[in-house]
C-alpha cells in the first residue's frame, strides 16, 4: 500500500476558531491527537462560513462515508466536538486520530493518521449534512415527492360489514 500524498485542508472561519482553541488546549496538556489537530488546522485554507465548496468538505457535524485502507464495509458516521460525543457506532470525535484526520478534506481526498500503534489511510467517499439514516426527512424532501400522492393506491381500505 502506498501513502497517498496529504491533501488540502479547507475550513470555515467560524470552526477554524473553535477546532484552534480546542487543540491547543490538548496541546498543552501532551495530547498527542491535539497536536496532530492543530498541525492540520495551521496548515488549512480559511473560508467563509457559507462558502459553497464547502457542502464537498469534511465539517463539523457533517456525515462522513469513508473507508479505511480501502478495506470494507464503507463506514458513514458524524464528526462532533468532543462535548457532543454520545455514540461509538454513529459518531467520531474531531480530537480522535481518525477525527483529526478527516476535518476539512474533500470528497475524494486520501489521508493518512497513526493509531493503535499502526498508520492507516483514510479516503473521503461522501459527505452530508444531514443523518443518512433518516428516511423521514429523506422521503419527504425528495422533488419527486413534494405536493404529490406518495402511492397511488385507489383501495378505499377495508369497511365494515
Not at 470555515?12 to 498541525?39: C, I, M, P, W, Y
Not at 439514516?133 to 413534494?146: G, I
Request: avoid cysteine; glycine fraction near 6%; aromatic fraction near 8%.
Amino acid at each position: 500500500m502506498s501513502i497517498p500524498s496529504i491533501p488540502e485542508v479547507t475550513l470555515s472561519a467560524s470552526e477554524h476558531r473553535r477546532l484552534e482553541r480546542l487543540a491547543r488546549v490538548g496541546a498543552t496538556q501532551g495530547d498527542v491527537d491535539a497536536r496532530f489537530l492543530l498541525s492540520e488546522i495551521k496548515r488549512a485554507e480559511i473560508v467563509p462560513d457559507r462558502a459553497a465548496r464547502l457542502d464537498r468538505i469534511v465539517t463539523m457535524g457533517s456525515w462522513v462515508t469513508f473507508w479505511i485502507n480501502w478495506g470494507f464495509p464503507r463506514e458513514t458516521r458524524q464528526l462532533v466536538y468532543p462535548e457532543d460525543y454520545t455514540s461509538e457506532h454513529t459518531q467520531i470525535p474531531v480530537m480522535s486520530p481518525l477525527g483529526a484526520a478527516l476535518v476539512g478534506l474533500k470528497v475524494g481526498s486520501e489521508i493518512p493518521f497513526f493509531t493503535a500503534g499502526r498508520t492507516h489511510v483514510v479516503r473521503i467517499e461522501s459527505v452530508s449534512r444531514t443523518d443518512p439514516n433518516d428516511v423521514v426527512r429523506v422521503l419527504f424532501s425528495n422533488p419527486m415527492s413534494a405536493g404529490k400522492k406518495l402511492f397511488d393506491d385507489d383501495d378505499p381500505g377495508p369497511s365494515a360489514a
